[in-house]
């Protein structure tokens, strides 16, 4: 198959090699675990235990408010001591709704469901029961994996692509992921194609693993267990980040652009991560919902980069401690990659769901210099895949014209990291962008807010209007039907038989 070229991206030195080698390995189960309501795109799932209340591995601890959300579940058997807030996994460090269990050490299952062959069901109870398993996209955005896939009912899909290109430096938990657990990566492939299938007239739906080339472990290995599917197929694509950016992987493995602003499915094509197949597989085979995810510790603080699978709720301290500890006091302590990732305030906040990976950076490993003018050199616009004028937005954003960064393309930028990392003047970019989309947020919900105050001052004016006009009415009726009945049911309270529809039917 034939890769097509896309524009901008920069080729980074991976700093994989140190957590790439070691087998995925269990964490040991922390004395506690902090599990957010709100580990997914949408609304923070609502409580349904107690404080106090003994809960088995597994059980719902929050359910989901509507159908953009996601449950979340006991990650271990134990008690539940608090329902509070507790600090979010975000740079911000401020705190989110929180489920605190004591861990009792049994790992005590709920009852399962019996297991079923998941390529039986019909497309509604495969997305029902991926929904009540609370998987979300594992690549980061942690969109409700199955509202992605009922996508299909909106937009006729032909390609599948499963994303395995882990473009970003440091994070090897889907390379792990796919030497280790290719089989059960493909069981959950074949069942987002039965989903997708159905109903569908005309072509069947092509599956296509999308591996960077520098992985070939991980492509020999899906590839041999694709082997016996005819309908996935592995596909090598350049190692060039961010390759693992869901519009240009799309642009690389089908030639299409996805237009901005749109969503994949628009131009037939839905993307899931490699790990989100895999949690699919484990929830549909085993009825198990997705408690535990791979990260990758990793940075040069960290005194033994490994991959591990971590219990939702986990501590970042735990990991920390589970890996040797720190060889010095971390610069920068990150979740995610160094590109995109989230800076932590602190290491006790959680793994939640979409948390890839934990990197411990020493001072050398982030070589941060102070910015420099520019030098209009050009190489961030050369440099961005998405064709944007990196330099020009961030004029408009230093001169606090946000319309003018908004003509330059803000919305379309993907944030990937890509100008700031190549700006030789280390102009923090990146920033910058998200700066400027955090107050267009800001302001967008500002303006919501506001319309919603005018629209319910509006219905009550009219509420008070039609009451008023109701009252007018029956102050100008009552004299008539007094005159009409003296001695009828207005005086009495009894209903008038002869006007009442209802009560003469
Ligand atoms: S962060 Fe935005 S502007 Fe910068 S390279 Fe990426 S897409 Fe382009
Ligand atoms: S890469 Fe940096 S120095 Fe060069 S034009 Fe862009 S912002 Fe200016």
């Not at 979010?88 to 929180?98: K, R, W």
């Not at 597989?281 to 009825?287: D, P």
């Not at 947020?441 to 219905?459: G, M, S, V």
Request: hydrophobic fraction near 40%; charged fraction near 20%; glycine fraction near 10%.
């Amino acid at each position: 198959m034939r890769i097509v070229h896309v524009r901008g991206g920069v080729r980074l030195n991976g700093r994989k090699r140190r957590a790439e080698r070691g087998r995925i390995t269990s964490l040991p189960i922390p004395a506690y675990l902090n599990v957010p309501l709100k580990q997914h795109i949408g609304a923070p799932a609502e409580p349904v235990v107690r404080v106090g209340e003994h809960v088995l591995k597994g059980q719902l601890l929050g359910r989901p408010p509507g159908p953009m959300s996601a449950p979340v579940h006991a990650p271990t058997s134990g008690r539940v001591i608090a329902i509070g807030a507790a600090p979010a996994p975000h740079p911000s460090g401020l705190d989110t709704p929180t489920i605190t269990v004591q861990s009792d050490g049994e790992e005590q299952w709920i009852e399962l469901a019996p297991p079923i062959d998941p390529l039986a069901l019909d497309a509604a109870a495969i997305e029902e029961r991926i929904a009540d398993a609370g998987v979300v996209g594992l690549g980061g955005a942690a969109f409700p994996a199955a509202v992605k896939l009922r996508l299909r009912t909106r937009h006729p899909i032909h390609t599948l692509i499963v994303n395995g290109a882990e473009c970003e430096p440091y994070l090897t938990c889907d390379d792990r992921l796919m030497q280790e657990r290719a089989e059960e990566i493909i069981d959950g492939v074949r069942i987002m194609l039965r989903a997708l299938e159905q109903d569908r007239s005309g072509p069947s739906i092509r599956a296509l693993i999308a591996i960077e080339n520098n992985k070939g472990d991980a492509l020999a290995a899906l590839k041999k267990a694709a082997s016996a599917h005819p309908g996935i197929a592995t596909i090598a694509v350049p190692t060039r980040y961010p390759m693992g950016s869901e519009k240009h992987l799309i642009r690389a493995v089908t030639g299409k652009e996805v237009p901005a602003r749109a969503l994949a499915p628009e131009i037939g094509v839905l993307v899931h991560n490699v790990g989100t197949a895999f949690a699919i597989h484990r929830a549909l085979r085993f009825g198990k919902p997705l408690i535990s995810r791979i990260v990758t510790l990793s940075g040069g603080a960290v005194a033994s980069p490994q991959n591990f699978e971590v219990l939702i709720g986990t501590p970042v301290s735990a990991l920390l401690r589970a890996a040797g500890g720190l060889r010095q006091p971390p610069a920068r302590l990150l979740m995610g990659g160094p590109m995109m990732g989230a800076m932590l305030p602190h290491a006790e906040v959680p793994i939640v769901k979409g948390t890839s990976g934990i990197l411990a950076l020493t001072s050398a490993e982030i070589a941060a210099r102070p910015a420099a003018p520019c030098i209009r050199c050009g190489t961030c616009v050369a440099v961005c895949p998405c064709g944007l004028v990196p330099v020009e937005m961030v004029s408009q954003i230093r001169g606090g014209r946000l319309e003018g960064a908004l003509r330059f393309g803000l919305l379309d930028c993907v944030g990937c990291g890509t100008c700031a990392y190549s700006c030789p003047s280390r102009i923090p970019l990146l920033q910058y962008l998200n700066f400027a989309k955090g107050e267009l947020t800001a302001r967008e919900r500002t303006k919501h807010k506001a319309e919603e105050a005018r629209r319910l001052a509006e219905r009550r004016r009219l509420r008070l209007a039609q009451q008023a006009e109701a009252r007018a009415a029956t102050a100008t009726a009552r004299p008539r039907q007094q005159h009409r009945h003296p001695e009828g049911s207005e005086a009495t309270g009894a209903p008038d038989r002869t006007t009442n529809p209802q009560v003469a039917a």
